[in-house]
């Protein structure tokens, strides 16, 4: 698979993408710890954060960053972790030896833009909406999460790196009209390739040398 190399934080940080993955901070305003990139055709996203070091140990550092994933989504009924991984220094010779990686696969169910926020709403005020056969379809999308958390214990940073890949989009969802389900295990190969391509190339982004 063709990928392209993309700068993040004005270079400081690289990695490995394939094209049909665009940024999107050109037609959306991202927070300055983000960087994000979308494949608009299977409604996958990639999202690159810079945080500070979560406070939990290091084994449930990656379970606290999905289960922050969980609040924003607003997905916290419908989150499961199925499983976190450490992952060899070895294979990741870029990275500090003190530094800790994990990978976490999980599933959310995630609605875009808030619809299933609105459809709650339009059942509470009008009970005869909530009767429609329609309108009882779960506006959620199924989504496969993998996320990885580079734990950076003297920068005092958690770098967190997620793919989402839709499983199942809904029926009610605005993505079933542009979008299409993508392949899972296409997405972890290409995945963990990413997260191998993964460098920083200027450690002042953290705030100090290394």
Avoid at 42 to 61: K, M, N, T, W, Y
Avoid at 86 to 114: C, D, H, M, V
Avoid at 182 to 207: D, H, K, P, T, Y
């Amino acid at each position: 698979m063709s990928v392209v190399q993309q700068e993040l934080y004005g270079g400081s940080i690289t990695l490995n993408l394939p094209p049909k993955f665009e940024n999107i901070s050109h037609v959306r305003e991202i927070p300055d710890h983000q960087e994000v990139f979308v494949n608009v055709d299977e409604d996958q996203s990639v999202i690159v954060e810079i945080l500070e070091l979560a406070e939990a140990p290091d084994g449930d550092c990656a379970a606290f960053h999905f289960r922050q994933l969980a609040e924003d989504n607003d997905a916290e009924d419908a989150s499961h972790i199925q499983g976190v991984s450490l992952l060899n220094n070895a294979e990741l010779p870029t990275w500090p030896s003190e530094a800790k990686i994990y990978l976490l696969l999980g599933q959310q169910r995630i609605a875009k833009f808030n619809e299933h926020q609105r459809q709650q709403e339009a059942q509470a005020q009008d009970p005869a909406f909530a009767s429609g056969s329609e309108s009882q379809v779960d506006p959620r999308n199924l989504v496969q999460i993998m996320m990885v958390v580079i734990r950076l214990p003297l920068q005092e940073t958690d770098i967190v790196i997620t793919l989402n890949v839709p499983l199942h989009i809904a029926e009610t969802s605005s993505s079933k009209q542009v979008a299409h389900e993508g392949s899972i295990e296409e997405a972890e190969v290409w995945f963990r390739n990413l997260i191998a391509s993964l460098q920083v190339r200027n450690w002042g982004l953290f705030g100090s040398g290394n």
